[in-house]
């Protein structure tokens, strides 16, 4: 029996998108490795790796650490800088048709002023993700999102840099005692939607050589391990500002899992590390999640966002 059709599109505060799935950053540069295994406009937006004002080498090798069900990294924000972004990597995904929503980072408010001011001065841009959570800096003074004041402090010097159309999504630490502190702050500063999650903060010890895996010690914690740690940030956060919309990520390698981020309170959703073994992962990950919504009847993606949270009486009468 053929499936019913179901309403894909989605809205992240003023940006309309056809579908919930984009890449998650840093895990496909900016997109155009991808686009040998599909065409990336047929993605809700490609979300590209942070970029910063200047070049940078990143840290030292090896970067990456299996873990249980994860992957640990330190790959310690390396990037061409802004000037080559915006002459080569942003004018590709323009062309190429798809939506690009822009991460950048920095390492001070002066930093993130000025990567929002030319970011947003540029054709073609949907939205900006302001990654304020990036564990791998030199200090963890750095991680403005571990602090409700500092996080707050650049998002809206970032809000006010962009022109009006073009949202601000801040990308949130689970790292926190309350990411529901943090997540107001940021929204009170302008924060027009939310990331939720990045990496968490982690260290694997080879115990043949006797040293951390990672040359730069700690990493980012990503995929099907911190699945659950994401969902109960999506949960907390729509139950607290149901009107905020939230990107999920965190771990999803199906369209089963993407369910389970809408069902919290994700109106879209981010795929990342599973691109590494799959590169084709993430118009699978759609295709499959269109037909779990369809299964349950769900005509669209609004309908599901956030329906975990009723009462159970009303399940039981669906
Ligand atoms: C890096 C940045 C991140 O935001 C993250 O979650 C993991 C790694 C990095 O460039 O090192």
């Not at 030319?118 to 403005?144: D, H, Y």
């Not at 982690?202 to 951390?212: E, V, W, Y």
Request: hydrophobic share 45%; charged share 20%; aromatic share 4%.
């Amino acid at each position: 029996m053929s499936l019913p059709e179901v309403d894909l599109s989605t809205q992240i505060a003023e940006l309309l998108l056809p579908n919930p799935v984009m890449t998650a950053s840093g895990c496909a540069a900016s997109g155009r490795e991808l686009s040998q295994f599909f065409d990336v406009a047929d993605l809700g937006a490609v979300v590209t790796k942070s970029i910063m004002l200047d070049p940078r080498a990143g840290r030292p090798t090896p970067r990456m650490a299996e873990t249980p069900s994860g992957m640990l990294n330190s790959i310690g924000l390396q990037g061409p800088g802004i000037d080559r972004f915006l002459a080569s990597d942003l004018p590709w995904l323009v062309q190429q048709r798809a939506r690009a929503v822009v991460s950048i980072a920095g390492s001070t408010l002066g930093d993130y002023a000025e990567l929002a001011r030319r970011v947003g001065n540029s054709p073609g841009v949907a939205a900006v993700e302001a990654n304020i959570s990036c564990p791998n800096v030199e200090n963890r003074g750095q991680v403005f999102a571990c602090e409700p004041y500092q996080a707050a402090k650049v998002v809206s010097v970032v809000r006010r840099e962009l022109p009006r159309g073009v949202p601000v999504l801040a990308k949130l630490s689970p790292d926190v005692t309350s990411i529901v502190d943090v997540a107001e702050s940021v929204v009170d500063a302008g924060a027009d939607g939310l990331v939720l999650i990045n990496t968490l903060l982690g260290l694997a010890i080879d115990p043949d050589t006797l040293r951390p895996k990672l040359g730069g010690v700690t990493g980012g914690l990503s995929g099907p391990a911190i699945r659950p740690v994401a969902v109960r940030c999506v949960w907390q956060v729509h139950a607290a500002f149901p009107d905020v919309p939230i990107v999920g990520v965190g771990g999803i390698r199906t369209g089963y899992d993407a369910l389970e981020f809408l069902l919290a309170g994700a109106s879209a959703v981010q795929v990342g590390t599973v691109i590494f073994n799959d590169p084709s992962a993430p118009v699978r990950i759609l295709a499959e999640l269109r037909e779990e919504l369809a299964r349950r009847g769900f005509a669209g993606v609004g309908d599901a966002v956030g329906w975990a949270h009723r009462p159970v009486e009303q399940l039981a009468t669906r």
